[in-house]
């Protein structure tokens, strides 16, 4: 059984056309283009996926994509259930990060 997870991902633009056909080939429109401190990026976020039961070559291909690409080139955080979250890259440098809460009847903490 696969669990589910959120996944964001984010290239810079030398690196968008590329990604933007991966994403395709995973069966997932283009996503967002984005400007962070006048540095333009590309993301893409899946929400609720089972990441590794999507089509598996696609999927392996754009991860070998973006673990080849230099490390402050490419970001990707996956958040799964039982707290499990994954980075890889330097996704803070695109301004993603992940957390957890603890949320009750006093709201969030």
């Keep these: 059984m696969s669990t589910r997870s959120d996944i964001v991902m984010a290239v810079t633009e030398e690196y968008a056309e590329r990604l933007t056909e ?4 995973v069966g997932i429109p283009d996503q967002l283009e984005k400007t962070k401190d006048g540095k333009f990026i590309k993301t893409a976020l899946f929400i ?7 089509t598996d070559e696609p999927i392996s291909e754009l991860m070998e994509f973006l ?4 490390e402050n080139k490419w970001g990707f955080i996956e958040v799964g ?9 330097f996704p803070y440098e695109f301004g993603l990060s992940a957390y957890t809460v603890i949320e009750g009847p006093w709201g969030k903490s």
């Design 67 to 70: 673990r080849n690409l230099e």
């Design 48 to 54: 609720s996926v089972k990441w590794y039961e999507m």
């Design 22 to 25: 991966l994403l395709e080939e």
């Design 81 to 89: 259930e039982d707290n499990y979250i994954n980075c890889e890259g």
